[in-house]
């Protein structure tokens, strides 16, 4: 089943969210210009520290890591080609052993450019044989995105690669793969990761499904409806405006949202309070 790209998830937990948040935004470093050498566009360009972003990519095997990883690839232009796990022609899954068995053995880097920020991405390995592989890499990142399998939910390896990230107190986004699949519950999920990781998840995205398959997504934090282009693999799209019972979900899940870091940002709560308002 193609892994088409749905849902991130802000995950809030007081213990590990405020450090982590500074750590991968970078807020308190300095500007320190850095000088890449590397080929492409925007190649004599200077990078600023705080436009650096390096994150770990976690999940139970067969979520959809590789997978994943190839599309950011493509869409920034990295590659032209989609590589798929069952073709045994990926970037990150190197080895023979890896594209013989179509699993990632070792953590694979990768880069690119999106938009003003240069990403550095670590594909980490999901069977439990290679946990260790996963340990060596957190400790290089700056922040994480732990992929489920949309009609799995919260698997074994989950938990574990979860709780490794706890211990690095590294901040996480949750992003809901395979939602193409007919037996994918997003809302199954969410409850998952409570009951499961035991934290508070706020969807900054809703899918659309129509006629049981996927359409596209509501953003929450624009408001606004994207749909893929299926002829270009999604790498063009259009933004649709919401109207009735889809505005008034998305506005109520942004003032989830807003609840939730209100509770972990007296600076915000008090502004809240100020205007009598969470709008704006």
Known sequence: VQSLPIMLLLLCNRSVVPR???RILRTAATSTPLR?????PGASETLLEKNIRNIGILAHIDGGKTTTTERMLFYAGK???LGEVHHGNTVTDFLVQERERGITICSAA??????DHRVNLLDTPGHIDFTMEVEQSLAAVDGTVVILDGSAGVEAQTVTVWSQAD???LPRLVFVNKMDKESADFDGCL???EKKLGVVPVPLQMPV???????GVVDVLSGAQVVWDKQNHGRTYKVVPLVDQQLMEAQDKLYQIIDVLSGMDD????AIIESDSMDN
């Open 20 to 22: 982590g948040i500074r």
């Open 36 to 40: 890449w050498n590397h080929t492409g």
């Open 79 to 81: 590659t032209n080609v």
């Open 110 to 115: 990768v880069s690119f450019d999106w938009r």
């Open 167 to 169: 211990r690095h107190r």
């Open 191 to 193: 409850e998952e990761l």
């Open 209 to 215: 499904i129509k006629e049981g398959k996927l359409a």
């Open 267 to 270: 600076g915000l709560a008090q």
